[in-house]
């Protein structure tokens, strides 16, 4: 049973440009939640996408949008990429249909941007 | 809004040393409370949870419960191991009306156990 997977696993960019980070939730999980985890920090949530929305949104500019597939997996996009924006992004997953709040997290994406 | 207050850290102990971790708690409504671990260059692992006051969760040794008039979910383990050191993360999720459970953090403990 695959958990959750996040491709790349790493990745440079620059400033002023543009990164799209996909998520693939464990088998069986309908939401998917994205959150950032600067260095030294606890992750913070972005936003949470549940049949093909986004349900659920935390204090983050426009420049962060996202999408959710109709197999479930999702993409997140950053725009106009800050020096500040350099963080681990981590997508998780659960089951909401059936009640379950627990999350699984994936490896994560490290995002460097210079 | 909800928030999570972790203890300073870090923490360095001995291997058998016994291990306290404080994690306090604000929430909006009636949270279910979790322990994530996370090893170094890896994602979150969910350790523990508890859903309701009084609860215990455990997982590996590790305890921690849900004390609802101090707020509070500990976490404890009688016995740490050198494979222990890692980051603890508390955490709470407030489901129910507009909320789709958003998972909040607190800042996280580094733990260092050494041989």
């Known amino acids: 049973d695959a958990g959750v997977t996040q491709s790349p696993t790493h990745l440079i960019k620059t400033r002023g440009q543009q990164v799209t980070l996909r998520c693939s939730p464990k088998?069986?999980?309908?939401?998917v939640s994205w959150y950032q985890q600067a260095l030294g920090q606890g992750p913070q949530f972005i936003f949470q996408y549940y049949e093909e929305e986004e349900r659920q949104r935390g204090n983050f500019p426009d420049r962060f949008s996202g999408h959710q597939f109709p197999n479930y997996s999702s993409e997140l996009n950053v725009n106009a990429l800050l020096l500040g924006d350099s963080a681990l992004y981590l997508c998780?997953?659960?089951?909401?249909?059936?009640?379950?709040?627990?999350?699984?997290f994936g490896p994560g994406t490290r995002l460097t941007v210079l | 809004g909800d928030s999570v207050t972790q203890m300073e850290g870090p923490v360095t102990l001995s291997e058998e040393a016994f291990l306290t971790i404080n994690c306090t708690y604000t929430a909006t409504g009636y949270p279910s409370l979790f322990w994530y671990v996370q090893y170094p260059g890896e994602g979150l692992q969910l350790l523990l949870k508890?859903?309701?006051?009084?609860d215990k969760g455990s997982n590996k040794g590790f305890e921690a419960t849900y004390r609802k008039e101090t707020t509070s979910f500990h976490l404890e383990k009688g016995s740490v191991q050198v494979s222990d050191s890692a980051v603890y993360f508390c955490?709470?999720?407030?489901?129910?009306?507009?909320?789709?459970?958003?998972?909040?953090f607190g800042q996280g403990t580094i733990l260092t156990v050494h041989p």
């Open positions: 998780a997953s659960n089951r909401l249909a059936g009640g379950s709040n627990e999350q699984f």
């Open positions: 088998s069986g999980h309908d939401t």
């Open positions: 955490a709470l999720i407030v489901a129910g009306g507009t909320s789709y459970g958003k998972l909040t």
């Open positions: 508890a859903t309701k006051a009084d």
